[in-house]
């Protein structure tokens, strides 16, 4: 049996099967806690049961009928879709002065942008607590969405700054040669291919926001908090499977976001 | 003759200076644009960290007791070592698993890699609350895995893996894991497959070709992710809080109790001085290495 040269996948079929079944392992480790609240949260029994003894609905209708798990839903999804439609149309304004402009400082700029990243949570977190406290922002919706909005910044300048970099500026600037202006250039040329990279950036935006907690954890008040300041507190005190339908719920949510994503790539990708 | 040659350069000039004026409005649109995200930065984030930072030197006057305190106290030293040792760990755990992972996905069709990247990438987006809570029904005392261990009969009582230092490590590592396959993918996916080729053409053995050849030019992933990782795994609060029993109380913990028990402002303030710094010297490192952009980009296009 001849072999090509150079294929890196181990030819040995030892090594190679060491390396599939290391793998495996590996993929299960991390698709385990997903996949995992799904039996829990369909029990009967109000203790972790696995596989469950009988099938129930009750963990579900639970959470819907529990005021203080849906208000907080309801102020996640609020909250989640505002951060999106203010990050991505303030970050791509940014993006596109920064990935097609050549002024002093940019450098400075983008480590700014980036910076919410590489500081600790935690530290974000309280120095955002204190300026509300006195600004009187705690507990509103005003004050989410701009902690939120914060942390949605680098991902969604970084997603439509390459979505920009990948857009040829000699396209607008031909349609600027034609007798456009730049605003109708912007808008006819550039803002379609963008749009791309914008979706994406809000879908990002919108789950980065709904997960969030640090924030949550300081400027939640008895009035109003998120889901994953419920779900924090409802992990440490009262370990049901209330927790896991929520759970449930969530990872249903992360996968139809994502597939979301992908679907729209595809969309934009055939009508180009 | 002389004088059309100065008239030119003086009109030359003139129009130079146009031209500089035209490119100064020009940029200066282009600096308007990013006016609003960067006032949004400067007042949300920017300011409110300057103005908590200065309470550790200032409390209400001048003092450095909290850096003092921080540095000498007994019981911070080991806040700090455990701080370091966790992330260590789990630096060194991701990097296990996660550079066979990334050596088999930079090394499979397009089309086989479309297939096992969602099982990164679905872990990767799921809410960290989610994944504490399902680790807790896996690992517990009569949480899956014991139960499976006990009924295949491999161990005749439950392992204690929740609310001890393997319960920190396995969620941990789990939340850090995408970001270290997704640093050395990035690097391992642009080595020329030719050069193992012209290794093993010259004799060398796949082994031989893979330890002197592959592994080395694999390493700048290997150093980003290393330094990606311990920087994100310094500042982590809800894996350790969740899942982590007394003796893993991370620094962030601390700087969390106070605030919202102790009310101590200047002692969390000088606590959280040192951990962004130790956080912004690694990243410093990492971004010799590799960008953000990059470690996204890739993920992306």
């Known amino acids: 049996m001849s072999r090509p040269l150079g294929t890196q996948v181990p030819r040995t079929p030892l090594r190679r099967i060491l390396l599939y079944a290391f793998a495996t392992l590996v993929f299960i480790y991390l698709m385990l806690p997903s996949l995992i609240v799904i039996p829990i949260s369909f029990g009967e029994s109000t203790y972790l049961e696995l596989p469950p003894q009988s099938l129930s609905?009750?963990?579900?209708?639970?959470?819907?009928?529990?005021?203080?798990?849906v208000s907080a839903t309801i102020t996640s999804g609020v909250v989640g879709v505002l951060v999106a439609v203010v990050s991505v149309s303030l970050g791509s304004l940014a993006a596109y002065g920064l990935v097609r402009g050549r002024f002093p400082g940019k450098t400075v700029l983008n480590a700014l942008i980036i910076s919410p990243i590489i500081v600790p949570m935690i530290i974000t977190a309280v120095a955002i607590y204190k300026l509300y406290s006195a600004l009187g922002l705690l507990g509103t919706i005003l004050g989410f969405v701009l902690g939120h909005t914060i942390i949605a910044f680098p991902f969604v300048i970084i997603i439509i700054s390459a979505t920009l970099r990948g857009i040829d500026e000699t396209l607008e600037q031909a349609a600027m040669s034609l007798g456009a202006s730049r605003l109708t250039a912007l808008r006819r040329v550039v803002f379609?291919?963008?749009?791309?990279?914008?979706?994406?950036?809000?879908?990002?935006?919108?789950?980065?926001?709904?997960?969030?907690?640090?924030?949550?954890?300081?400027?939640?008040?008895?009035?109003?908090?998120?889901?994953?300041?419920r779900l924090w507190e409802g992990i440490r005190t009262e370990i049901n499977p209330t927790i896991a339908a929520v759970s449930t719920i969530l990872v249903l949510l992360t996968v139809l976001v994502l597939a979301g994503l992908l679907i729209s790539r595809v969309y934009f990708e055939r009508r180009r | 003759?002389?004088?059309?040659?100065?008239?030119?350069?003086?009109?030359?000039?003139?129009?130079?200076?146009?031209?500089?004026?035209?490119?100064?409005?020009?940029?200066?649109?282009?600096?308007?644009?990013?006016?609003?995200?960067?006032?949004?930065?400067?007042?949300?984030?920017?300011?409110?960290?300057?103005?908590?930072?200065?309470?550790?030197?200032?409390?209400?006057?001048?003092?450095?007791?909290?850096?003092?305190?921080?540095?000498?106290?007994?019981?911070?030293?080991?806040?700090?070592?455990?701080?370091?040792?966790?992330?260590?760990?789990?630096?060194?755990?991701?990097?296990?698993?996660?550079?066979?992972?990334?050596?088999?996905?930079?090394?499979?069709?397009?089309?086989?890699?479309?297939?096992?990247?969602?099982?990164?990438?679905?872990?990767f987006w799921t809410s960290v609350l989610v994944r504490a809570y399902a680790w807790i029904g896996v690992i517990g005392r009569q949480g899956v895995f014991n139960v499976a261990l006990t009924d295949l009969g491999l161990i005749s009582s439950p392992l204690a893996l929740l609310y001890n230092r393997p319960?920190?490590?396995?969620?941990?590592?789990?939340?850090?894991?995408?970001?270290?396959?997704?640093?050395?993918?990035?690097?391992?996916?642009?080595?020329?497959?030719?050069?193992?080729?012209?290794?093993?053409?010259?004799?060398?053995?796949?082994?031989?070709?893979?330890?002197?050849?592959?592994?080395?030019?694999?390493?700048?992933?290997?150093?980003?992710?290393?330094?990606?990782?311990?920087?994100?795994?310094?500042?982590?609060?809800?894996?350790?809080?969740?899942?982590?029993?007394?003796?893993?109380v991370m620094l962030s913990m601390i700087i969390e109790q106070q605030i919202s028990q102790a009310l101590n402002w200047g002692f969390a303030a000088a606590l959280s001085v040192i951990l962004l710094v130790i956080t912004l010297g690694f990243y410093l490192i990492y971004n010799r290495f590799m960008s953000f952009e990059r470690l996204y980009g890739g993920e992306k296009r």
């Open chain 1, 192 to 229: 379609p291919l963008m749009l791309p990279g914008m979706v994406t950036a809000a879908l990002f935006a919108f789950l980065i926001s709904f997960d969030e907690l640090l924030i949550a954890l300081f400027i939640s008040t008895p009035t109003l908090s998120t889901l994953p300041k």
């Open chain 2, 167 to 248: 319960g920190v490590y396995i969620g941990m590592i789990h939340y850090l894991l995408p970001f270290m396959i997704f640093a050395i993918f990035a690097v391992m996916s642009g080595i020329p497959k030719t050069l193992l080729q012209a290794a093993e053409g010259l004799g060398a053995s796949p082994l031989r070709s893979f330890l002197r050849v592959y592994f080395p030019l694999s390493l700048p992933g290997v150093g980003a992710g290393c330094l990606l990782v311990f920087s994100l795994a310094l500042g982590f609060f809800i894996t350790p809080a969740l899942l982590g029993g007394p003796k893993e």
């Open chain 1, 57 to 69: 609905l009750r963990w579900y209708q639970d959470y819907f009928e529990r005021q203080e798990w």
């Open chain 2, 1 to 123: 003759m002389a004088q059309p040659k100065v008239l030119a350069s003086v009109s030359e000039r003139a129009n130079y200076r146009e031209l500089f004026l035209v490119r100064i409005r020009e940029q200066s649109y282009f600096f308007l644009l990013t006016l609003p995200a960067i006032v949004l930065l400067v007042f949300l984030f920017l300011y409110p960290l300057v103005s908590f930072f200065t309470r550790s030197l200032f409390d209400p006057s001048w003092t450095t007791e909290h850096y003092v305190q921080a540095a000498t106290g007994a019981a911070w030293g080991k806040i700090f070592r455990n701080t370091f040792e966790i992330s260590l760990f789990t630096t060194l755990g991701c990097l296990f698993l996660g550079y066979p992972l990334a050596y088999l996905l930079a090394n499979i069709s397009n089309r086989r890699r479309n297939l096992l990247l969602p099982l990164i990438i679905i872990p």
